[in-house]
């Protein structure tokens, strides 16, 4: 089944976007290359003047995520288990490679190659413009109370802290620690609504950052693709994000604020289907798993929000899921 193969595999994810975690957005001086691959150049980054601010410095970040390169050993712990991790990022004619390895149990590798992306904004909100760092810290100043913290240290190197506290109860608070040298993210906690650690992501030992000086290549703009039902209430900031479909049966939206992401699956079930989940509140490892079932004129559904988020979060998304009655009488027709 679709949605059990995908709740399964989710559970890799959270790692994934830790080690990509300040990469949601690209820097702001593009160019164009011989192959109209529209791109950023590296070597025109504002990493000269040492910031002063909050701001300053998660734009720092978003620019390092982009144009370093390096090897890292990490560790990644929640109340499920410690994971240690062997990190690569390397970037080879503008395009990003990026490689996670679980070090504990039975060898994962995880690889990724891809473009810059264009993560953040889809063609629809996207206004044509490319996302650069001081529109991504502009978005989530509205979203969380950022402070800087000086004179951090994490894995022997030098290192400033950024704590986002979410103004409304539909998030969680998030620390990032900052290497002063590079600009490269050291540590991240995510913190429930009482305090409490989730989970937390540290690099243990970073090995030859090496700023690359090259064009890094962007994704051109994509477009969420129609579903027959819509998300009519999702916390405020959250922005649908560009993705690949890889099971035909399953309908899939993400959204992400900028720190937080959430998925929405919608998937039809038929009456003798015995392998549909129960409804209610799971917890998977560090992520939240809201169900419900859903009947239409055209069916029955399961309406499944997963992400690490509050469980009345998630629970809200999917009870305030509409359905088009005419697009799936169409849909059905089709079928």
Known sequence: ???????????????????????????????????????????????????????????????????????????????????????????????????????????????????????????????????????????????????????????????????????????FAHEWWIDRDTGLLLKQVLNDRQGRVIETFQITQLQSPERYTGSVRVDAPQVALNTPWHTTWLPEGFVAQPITF????????????????VSVFVEPLSSEDTNDLQEGVQQLGVSAVAIQHYTTDEGRWQLVAIGELPVATLQRIVSLITFDEESLQREHSRN
């Not at 390096?70 to 490679?97: E, K, M, P």
């Not at 890889?246 to 992401?261: F, I, K, M, P």
């Open 1 to 171: 089944m679709g949605m059990l193969r995908v709740i399964v595999s989710w559970r890799a994810k959270p790692v994934w976007v830790l080690v990509v975690a300040v990469g949601l957005f690209s820097p702001q001086v593009y160019t164009e290359d011989s192959e109209s691959h529209v791109g950023y150049e590296c070597a025109g980054t504002p990493q000269a003047d040492m910031p002063d601010n909050a701001i300053q410095w998660l734009e720092r970040g978003l620019w390092a995520s982009h144009c370093y390169a390096f090897q890292a050993r990490a560790v990644a712990i929640d109340a499920v288990d410690v994971r240690t991790l062997a990190l690569s990022h390397r970037i080879q004619d503008g395009i990003r490679q990026q490689v996670v390895q679980y070090l504990d149990g039975p060898s994962v590798s995880i690889e990724r190659r891809s473009p810059v992306g264009r993560l953040a904004w889809t063609e629809e909100n996207s206004n044509g413009e490319l996302p650069s760092p001081a529109k991504w810290a502009a978005h989530l100043d509205q979203l969380y109370t950022i402070e800087l913290e000086e004179n951090a240290r994490v894995a022997g190197r030098d290192a400033v802290k950024l704590d986002f506290e979410p103004l409304d109860e539909w998030r």
């Open 246 to 261: 890889s099971e035909g049966d399953v309908h899939q939206r993400v959204y992400s604020d900028g720190l937080a992401t």
